[in-house]
C-alpha cells in the first residue's frame, strides 16, 4: 500500500488558490458572463454580485466565509440560547 504524504494522502478535496475547485470554476464563469453584461450594457451589479460570490467562498483551513456567517446566525439568531442563573 503506497501512502502520499501530501494532500493528506490523496484525500483532501481539491482547492485552487483560495477556493475549492467548483466555486473556482463557478467564480470564473460568472465573471466572464459579469464582464460581459458590463462592456455591453453598462451594468455592473452582476460583477459586484461575482466579487461578493467570490468573497464569501474564500476557503482557509476547510471552512469559507460563508460558512463563518452561517454558524454566527444560527448562534445568535436562530437558536435558542439556555441560561440558568444559579
Known sequence: MTTYL???NLKA???LWLWSLKDFCILAIAALISVFIWINTG???FA???MCYGFM???LEDITVMDFITYAVKY???TPQY???G
Do not use: C, G, Q, S
Open 76 to 78: 445568535f439568531l436562530t
Open 57 to 59: 467562498t474564500i476557503r
Open 13 to 15: 478535496k481539491a482547492n
Open 6 to 8: 501530501y494532500p493528506h
Open 43 to 45: 451594468i455592473y451589479l
Open 83 to 85: 441560561f440558568e442563573w
Open 48 to 50: 459586484v454580485m461575482t
